[in-house]
């Protein structure tokens, strides 16, 4: 496995600087990608969703692919070595992305698209061509036609088929060699699990009722009030409307189709300290249509705060190194434990050798406080009034999804299990997720953290205050927002994590005002923050983005209420020392700020 930042590691970020977001592979984005999982599921007041078998429906594109998958079954059966199993995946997606930046549209662009993953395994389950770091050998992608010609859909899924067996085959004997003549692995679990093929079919969406020309105007009004803010260096407004339809049959008898439609909007403010820091402040919204999204004059009212909140940031002091008491908001909380925990609850970290396997042999044993428990269930749609990003019905190898409680009172119970088996864990929870064009392995989907020792949220900064005078501190540290993290899970780095914090306060024992601070980043190692956690307050946030790791990137959510630490250590961050903007923006001019310019031109030194 992967991870990054800069390494390998599970980066989640909520909507990371560009120049950090190239170089990770692990990401909790607030815009999600362009591609939906398998069997996503609707809109829970959607009353449309039934189980039927799927050929029933009549869907030319679901005959294409049962049939050619019979031909090409009866057909690599007499092939050496033969496959066991073959599965087609087929992701429809039509998409309108509109982007406007200072009163005017950077993208206004609509796109249909069809991609087909062809999976493959040969050999047996015991073991197959998927075996340890062989794993991408068991599919092989490609784009379909868009439109139900079933000579031409044929003909690219058999394309894809054929050159799938030619990378299967002679990685299967690899495999095989390579067991002979290594040493022998600690887990000998199967490579894949039986489990009973599903069949499912849901009822096409009605289209979303989407003013494309309404919302062309809104975006560039809503963009444009970006113009009045001299120190916002740059803005954008991002709207993605996108109506899908995932098919999956597979050599066991699976059948599963379902659509999904999703809207959401992003809005991104960044601006620069005089130190070169670069700041930024984003805000997301997720509804199943447009129509649900927030209104324009609450959209405004946000536009103003991110302003607001930026201004304040560039003249606010850069943190120092810290380790003391600490409260995280409910949101900054759900993406700690999305990072620090949630990634090692993933199935197969406990069966690779190549990963740290924190929590591979603490099942039954405590591994949070007692007062907490924490599931991952992709069947609830909905809390706190926010829709969850990490619903669905089928996870992405056509396992029934499931709520799974992993964590209860403190006490490790389960992990989040695809068809990959581990020691003791032989059969999947409905977890297996992945990007379109890579394998699927065991994946969050809505983490949610519950606590049984909760006090109101109003009297968590006292709480916080009191921990602080105890301690002896000065100050304690309150993190309002945040923009994400990662976490390295390898035995090659240090099991360490790394969150990402916008907005910081420092909560003075003696009284004094909250002071806004900058550039520091929450650190640590897994096992001893999670002893930390004193209490927690009485409600649930919501953190809504898209995570990435080795089977790529995933809508998922993160729900937990805002915790407070007894000890949570800081470090200051790294940034640039390019200069802000000389010039002023446009608009912006005066006879004084001219003068200025000349005269800080003079001063500048080669």
Known sequence: MKIIPILPAHLNSHFSLREFLRVTCCAMLALQPSFSPLAAAPAPDSASTKTAPAAATGDPILKVMQGELSRATTSLAK???????????????????????????????????????????VGSPALDNTHGQSRASGMTSGTLPLGDDPDALSRVLWELTD????????????????????????????????????????????????????????????????????????ASVILQVQNSNSRLVSSEGAAIASPNAITRLIIEAQTRADDGMELIRVETFQAP???SLPSESELSAKIDKMSADLKDLRKAPVAEPYDGPALLSGRAAAVFFHEVLGHRLEGHRQRDEDEGQTFTKKIDQEVLPKFLSVADDPTTHEIAGIKLAGSYDYDNEGSP????????????????????????????????????????????????????????EAQLRRKLIDEVKRQGKPY?????????????????????????????????????PDELVRGVDIVGTPLAALTRIMTTGDQQ?????????????????????ATLFSEMEVQKRGHSHERPPILPPPGFESTTTTAQGAQSKTEVKP
């Open 79 to 121: 092939t050496d070595p033969a496959p066991y199993f073959l599965s087609y995946t087929v992701n429809d997606q039509s998409i309108v992305v509109l982007v406007g930046s200072y009163g005017s549209l950077l993208t206004d662009a609509a796109v249909q698209r069809r991609q087909a993953d062809v999976v493959m395994r």
């Open 163 to 234: 050159r799938e067996y030619k990378r299967a085959a002679p990685a299967f004997l690899n495999v095989k060699t390579n067991a002979a003549v290594r040493a022998e692995e600690e887990d000998k679990s199967p490579d894949f699990s039986k489990e009973a093929p599903q069949t499912h079919s849901a009822e096409a969406l009605n289209p979303q009722s989407f003013d494309r020309a309404a919302w062309e105007g809104e975006i560039r009004r809503l963009s444009g009030a970006f113009r009045k803010y001299p120190n916002v260096y740059f």
């Open 289 to 291: 249509a447009a129509s």
């Open 401 to 456: 999804a499931q709520r799974v409680e992993v964590i209860k009172n403190g006490i490790l119970k389960n992990f989040l299990m695809s068809r990959m088996p581990i020691k003791d864990f032989s059969v999947s929870n409905g977890h297996g997720r992945n990007q379109p064009g890579l394998m699927p392995t065991g994946r969050q989907g809505n983490l949610i953290v519950t606590s049984a020792q909760t006090v109101p």
């Open 476 to 512: 304690g540290l309150y993190f309002d927002d945040i923009q994400g993290g990662f976490t390295l899970t390898t035995r090659q780095l240090p099991q360490a994590f790394q969150v990402l914090p916008v907005v910081v306060y420092r909560i003075y024992a003696d009284g004094r």
């Open 541 to 561: 946030h919501v953190f809504n983005g898209v995570c990435g790791a080795e089977s790529g990137s995933v809508p998922v959510a993160a729900v937990a209420p």
